[in-house]
C-alpha cells in the first residue's frame, strides 16, 4: 500500500479544522476516521495489482553508445480499472527512459509502454522489476506491488574502429591486385593464368600453358589466404586501467565534471580501460582478417578462458565476436599467462598468428609472458599489442617547474621499460605493436597487413 | 562454438510482492517473540513493589535512605510518631501538647513560622535556614567527614549511645550549649535550650537512616535525641511540592493563555506529518543494484611515482631517469648498436652537435643536481640535445 500527497493534503487541512472547531478533540478523532475511511475505501476500491499480466517485446542486442527499445505490455485480467504509476526497474548504467510512467488500464484491456535504454556500459543489462502503484477512485491511497518480467538486452561494443576498415580493406585489395602482375614472391599463392600483356615478367610466362593455347600465357599469384588468426585478449588486471578519453560517456563517470567549472588541476575524466580499446583493435582486426580470407579465431583469457569463439563463418564472425566480447570485464587478478599459453596451444594445432592483447608492463610481462613465450612463438607467429598511455607521453613532456620534472622522469621510467620489454619481445621474435588508444586499431591492422604483405602468415 | 548468447527471454510475468499470507507465514516467530517479551516486560513490571523516588529521612520510607525503622522503634517504646509534611500541620500537632519537632527538611517550609512553634525541637542536617531556626549557632568553614565518631562530652544522650556514624559541616553553639561529637574547630552535636525547649541540632542525618541505624550506637543516639517520652512532630519535605510556576500579568501563565485547541491541533499536526513521511518515504519498486566496474586511470602508477620522487626529493634516480630516456632515444638517431658505452656515445653525439664533449659527458653521464633548479635546467639542457640532433 501506499498514500498520495491529497492525504498529506487531508491531514493538513485537519489541523485547521481540530484549530477552529469548538470540540478539538472531537474534530480530531472525526478527522481521523474520515482519512482512514477514505484510505480504506480507496484500497478497497483500487483495481488490483497482482492479477496484473506483463508482456515483453523489443530489442535484445543494441550496440554502446546507441539506443534500444523494449516494449512493455501491462495486461489487466481484473474487474477494475488500474490507474496509476508504473516503474520499470532496470540497473542504472542501463539508462532507461522514462523512469516512471502513467497507466490507466481498463478493465480486461492492456496498454502498452515504450522504454527507451540508453546503455552507458558495455554487458548484458535485465530489467530487476516492474512496480505497479494503483491508486483508488478518492486519490487518497493506492495498492502498490511488484513483477517480475524478465528481459535482457545485450550492450555490444561498439566497434568504433570500423571508420578504419575501408581504407585498410582498399589496402588489401591493392595487396591483392599488385600481386597478379608481379613476380611470384613470398607468402603468394597461384592464382590464375591470363594473357600476357606488355610489362609483365617474362619470367612469369607459363610455357606449357602458352603451348597449348596460341596466346602468351602468364601466371598470377596472389596473397595466401586460410591463414589463421588467433586474437588472445588479456582480461587481468592491466586491462582494467583506463586510458585515453571515452568515446561515449561511462556510467559513473561525469562527463564535464557534472557542469562545474573545472580548472587545469582538474583530474582529466578516466576514460576507457585497455580491455576496450584492446576489444576495438580485435574487432578491426578480425573484420580486416575475415575480408582477406583468413580464419579468425577469438580467446579471452585472465587466470581461466572467459570467451572462446572458433570456426566461424565469415559473415556471422563479427557478430559472434561482438556478443562473446559483450559481457567480458577486466578481473582484478594477475593474469595467469601460463595457463593462456596452455590455453592457446591446446586450441590452435596448426600454424596461426597469435595477435595477444595486453598491456606492455615491463613488470607483469617479466613475471608472467616471457618465461613461456618461446614455447608459443616456436610454433606460432605471435604479435604482442598493447594500449599505451598518452598521459604518460604528456607527462614526460611537461619539464617546465621542479614538480613536473619529477613527474616527467617518472614518465620517462614507466617509457623506458616499455622501450625495453618491447626490444625483448622483439628479440624473441615476436612483432611488437604499442599505440595510443585511439591509433591502436588501425596501427594493429597495419601490422597484420604488413605481415600479410611479407607472407609471414 | 561456444559463443555465449543472451538468455532465452521469458515472456510469461510473476508477481513478486509477498501476499498477506507470506507475510504472516514468514513474520509469525518474529511476532510471537515480540508479544512474549512485551509480556514478561508488563508481567515483571505489574509484580514489583511500587517504589517511589526515595524520601531521605522520611518515617514512611523503608529505603535506604528513608527512617522507617527508627519511626517503628519509636512507636514499639510506646512514642507517637506523627508524619507531617506542612508547617500549618505541624503547628496544629504542637496545639495538642508538649511535643518534640523533628525538622528533616526546611526547603519548601517557612522557616519563620517554624520558629513560632514552641516545645524541644531537633533539627537534622545543614538545612536552609538553620541560623533561624537555631539563632547562635556558629557554622565553621570546616566540613567533617562522615564516619564512626565518639561523643568526648557529657551529654548523657551521647555518653550513653557511644560512639556513632557522623559527619557533616561543623558548627559551634552559643554559650552555655553543650556540644558532642568534636571534630575540627567545632562539634558535630549541639544542643541548647532555646525559646522554652531545648534545640538540638545534629550537622548529619546520616546515623538516622534505615542503612545505618543498625551501626555502632546510631540508634541508641536517635532514641536518646528523640524518644523523650513525648509525642514526636516529624516534620518531612512536602509529598507534592508546589509546583513553580511563573505568574504574567493579572497572575495567568502562558499556559492559562493558550486556547485549548492549540494541544489538539499539534496532535493533528504530528499525524499530518506521519501522514507525509509515509507518502514521501514509500519506494515505488525495489532498489535496484548493480556490479560496476572499477574505475582507475592507468596512469595512477606513474603519477604516484612522480609524488614519491618529489616527496624524498629524489633528485638522483630522477635524473637517471631523464639521462636514461634520452640516451635511451638518442643512440638509434646517432646510428648506433642498441649497447653502446657512453663513450661511444659521447663521441657520437659530440660529432653530431659540434658541442664540447667533456660537458655533453658531464651533461649524460655526470653526478646528479645538487637542487630541484639545476634539475630543470639539467632537464631543459637533455631537451635541447635532443631536438639538436632530431632537428638539426
Redesign the interface.
Same mark, same amino acid.
Given at each position: 500500500m501506499a498514500l498520495t500527497g491529497r492525504a498529506g493534503l487531508l491531514a493538513a487541512l485537519g489541523i485547521a479544522v481540530v484549530l477552529f472547531a469548538p470540540r478539538p478533540g472531537a474534530a480530531l478523532a472525526g478527522v481521523c476516521l474520515l482519512l482512514a475511511a477514505g484510505v480504506l475505501v480507496d484500497l478497497a476500491f483500487a483495481g488490483a495489482v497482482r492479477p496484473l499480466r506483463f508482456h515483453r517485446s523489443g530489442e535484445t542486442l543494441v550496440r554502446l553508445g546507441q539506443r534500444a527499445t523494449v516494449e512493455l505490455v501491462v495486461e489487466n485480467p481484473g474487474g477494475r480499472r488500474v490507474r496509476g504509476l508504473l516503474r520499470d526497474a532496470w540497473p542504472p548504467s542501463a539508462g532507461a527512459t522514462p523512469r516512471t510512467a502513467e497507466i490507466d488500464v481498463p478493465a480486461g484491456e492492456r496498454r502498452r509502454i515504450v522504454v527507451t535504454l540508453a546503455p552507458t556500459r558495455r554487458g548484458d543489462r535485465s530489467s530487476a522489476a516492474v512496480t505497479v502503484r494503483s491508486v483508488g477512485p478518492l486519490g487518497l491511497a493506492a495498492r502498490q506491488g511488484s513483477h517480475q518480467a524478465p528481459w535482457t538486452v545485450r550492450v555490444l561494443p561498439p566497434f568504433l574502429s570500423r571508420k578504419h576498415l575501408p581504407s585498410r580493406l582498399a589496402r588489401l585489395r591493392e595487396l591483392d591486385g599488385r600481386h597478379p602482375a608481379l613476380v611470384r614472391g613470398q607468402g603468394t599463392e597461384f592464382d590464375s593464368l591470363r594473357e600476357y600483356v606488355v610489362g609483365d615478367d617474362v619470367r612469369s610466362i607459363d610455357w606449357r600453358a602458352t603451348a597449348r593455347r596460341n596466346d602468351v600465357v602468364v601466371r598470377t599469384w596472389r596473397p595466401e589466404r586460410d591463414r589463421r588468426v588467433l586474437i588472445v585478449l588479456d582480461t587481468g588486471r592491466t586491462s582494467a586501467g583506463r586510458v585515453g578519453e571515452a568515446p561515449i560517456p561511462m556510467a559513473g563517470a561525469a562527463p564535464t565534471g557534472g557542469g562545474l567549472p573545472t580548472g587545469p588541476d582538474a583530474l582529466p575524466t578516466p576514460g576507457w580501460p585497455r580491455l576496450d580499446w584492446s576489444m576495438d583493435a580485435a574487432l578491426l582486426l578480425a573484420a580486416l582478417a575475415a575480408r582477406a580470407g583468413d580464419r579468425v579465431d577469438f580467446l579471452a583469457h585472465d587466470r581461466a578462458v572467459r570467451a572462446w569463439v572458433s570456426g566461424a563463418s565469415r559473415t556471422e564472425l563479427l557478430s559472434s565476436l561482438v556478443s562473446a566480447m559483450a559481457p567480458i570485464e577486466a578481473e582484478l587478478v594477475e593474469a595467469d599467462a601460463q595457463a593462456m599459453v596452455a590455453a592457446v596451444l591446446s586450441r590452435a594445432k596448426r600454424r596461426c598468428l597469435v595477435v595477444l592483447l595486453t598491456d606492455l608492463n615491463a613488470a607483469a610481462l617479466d613475471e608472467g609472458l616471457m618465461p613461456v613465450l618461446p614455447q608459443l612463438s616456436s610454433r606460432h607467429l605471435v604479435l604482442v599489442a598493447g594500449v599505451s598511455d598518452p598521459r604518460v607521453a604528456a607527462m614526460a613532456g611537461r619539464r617546465g617547474t621542479a614538480e613536473e620534472v619529477y613527474d616527467a622522469a617518472a614518465a620517462e621510467q614507466a617509457q623506458l621499460g616499455r622501450r625495453r620489454i618491447t626490444a625483448r619481445l622483439r628479440r624473441h621474435g615476436v612483432e611488437v605493436v604499442d599505440a595510443p588508444p585511439d591509433d591502436i586499431a588501425p596501427a594493429l591492422a597495419d601490422a597484420y597487413l604488413a605481415l600479410k604483405a611479407a607472407g609471414r602468415l | *562454438?561456444? =559463443? &555465449?548468447?543472451? !538468455?532465452p &527471454?521469458? =515472456?510469461?510475468?510473476? !508477481?513478486?510482492?509477498p501476499?498477506v499470507r507470506s507475510v504472516w507465514r514468514s513474520g509469525r516467530g518474529i511476532a510471537l517473540v515480540g508479544v512474549l517479551v512485551v509480556l514478561a516486560a508488563v508481567i515483571g513490571l505489574l509484580i514489583s513493589p511500587d517504589r517511589g523516588p526515595a524520601r531521605p529521612l522520611d518515617p514512611g520510607d523503608a529505603s535506604l535512605s528513608g527512617s522507617k525503622a527508627l519511626a517503628e522503634l519509636l512507636r514499639d517504646r510506646g512514642v507517637t510518631v506523627d508524619r507531617v509534611d506542612s508547617v500549618p500541620a505541624a503547628a496544629a500537632k504542637a496545639a495538642t501538647g508538649d511535643r518534640v519537632l523533628l525538622i528533616t527538611d526546611t526547603a519548601y517550609h517557612d522557616e519563620f513560622a517554624l520558629t513560632r512553634i514552641p516545645g524541644d525541637r531537633v533539627i537534622v542536617g545543614d538545612l536552609v535556614g538553620l541560623p533561624v531556626l537555631a539563632p547562635g549557632i556558629r557554622m565553621e568553614p570546616d566540613y567533617a567527614r562522615a564516619r564512626s565518631r565518639e561523643p568526648e562530652c557529657g551529654l548523657p544522650a551521647a555518653t550513653a549511645a557511644g560512639s556513632a556514624y557522623l559527619g557533616g559541616p561543623v558548627m559551634n553553639g552559643p554559650g552555655g550549649a553543650t556540644a558532642c561529637y568534636p571534630a575540627g574547630d567545632g562539634h558535630l552535636l549541639v544542643r541548647f535550650p532555646y525559646g522554652g525547649g531545648v534545640t538540638t541540632v545534629v550537622a548529619d542525618g546520616g546515623f538516622m537512616t534505615n542503612q545505618r541505624l543498625a551501626e555502632d550506637g546510631n540508634a541508641a543516639l536517635a532514641l536518646n535525641l528523640i524518644g523523650t517520652g513525648k509525642p514526636v512532630t516529624w516534620l518531612v519535605r512536602p509529598d507534592e511540592p508546589p509546583a513553580v510556576d511563573l505568574p504574567g500579568e493579572e497572575g495567568r501563565s502562558m499556559h492559562d493563555l493558550m486556547p485549548?485547541?492549540?494541544? $489538539?491541533?499539534v496532535? *493533528?499536526?504530528i499525524?499530518?506529518l506521519a501522514?507525509?513521511a509515509? $507518502?514521501r518515504g514509500?519506494r515505488?519498486?525495489?532498489v535496484? !543494484?548493480?556490479r560496476?566496474?572499477?574505475?582507475?586511470?592507468?596512469?595512477?602508477?606513474?603519477?604516484g611515482?612522480?609524488?614519491?620522487?618529489?616527496a624524498r626529493r629524489?633528485r638522483e634516480? !630522477?635524473?637517471d631517469?631523464?639521462r636514461?630516456?634520452t640516451v635511451?632515444r638518442l643512440v638509434p638517431r646517432l646510428g648506433l648498436a642498441?649497447g653502446a658505452g657512453r663513450h661511444e656515445v659521447v663521441a657520437a653525439l659530440a660529432a653530431r652537435t659540434g658541442q664540447d664533449p667533456q660537458q655533453l659527458g658531464a651533461l649524460l653521464y655526470g653526478p646528479p643536481p645538487a637542487d630541484?633548479?639545476g634539475? =630543470?635546467a639539467l632537464?631543459?639542457h637533455l631537451?635541447a640535445i635532443e631536438r639538436q640532433v632530431i632537428e638539426p
Open positions: - | *562454438m561456444s =559463443v &555465449q548468447t543472451p !538468455a &527471454q521469458a =515472456v510469461e510475468s510473476s !508477481a513478486t510482492s501476499t485549548g485547541s492549540i494541544r $489538539w491541533a496532535y *493533528m499536526a499525524i499530518a501522514v507525509t509515509f $507518502w514509500r515505488l519498486g525495489p535496484v !543494484a548493480e560496476l566496474p572499477v574505475i582507475v586511470r592507468a596512469a595512477e602508477t606513474v603519477e611515482r612522480g609524488r614519491l620522487y618529489r629524489a634516480r !630522477a635524473a631517469a631523464l636514461e630516456g635511451d642498441s630541484d633548479p634539475l =630543470v632537464a631543459g631537451d
